[in-house]
């Protein structure tokens, strides 16, 4: 496993796809984040409430 850096389009890649329904397996099956990151990640967001459809996403 390597240690590469994410850029901030490809967290808000991540995170359209958990507010569209996409687990986390879906979400490394894509390539786009590794399951433990993505499964961090959505703890974060979950808490932040970035998930919820009411908050459009920030620009």
Sequence with gaps: MSNRSFEMYEYRQ???RMR???SDRQIA???LMGRGKAAKLRR???AHGWLEAEHPPAR
Excluded: E
């Design 14 to 16: 991540v995170l359209v």
């Design 20 to 22: 569209q329904g996409d």
């Design 29 to 31: 099956a894509a390539r």
């Design 44 to 46: 974060v967001a979950s």
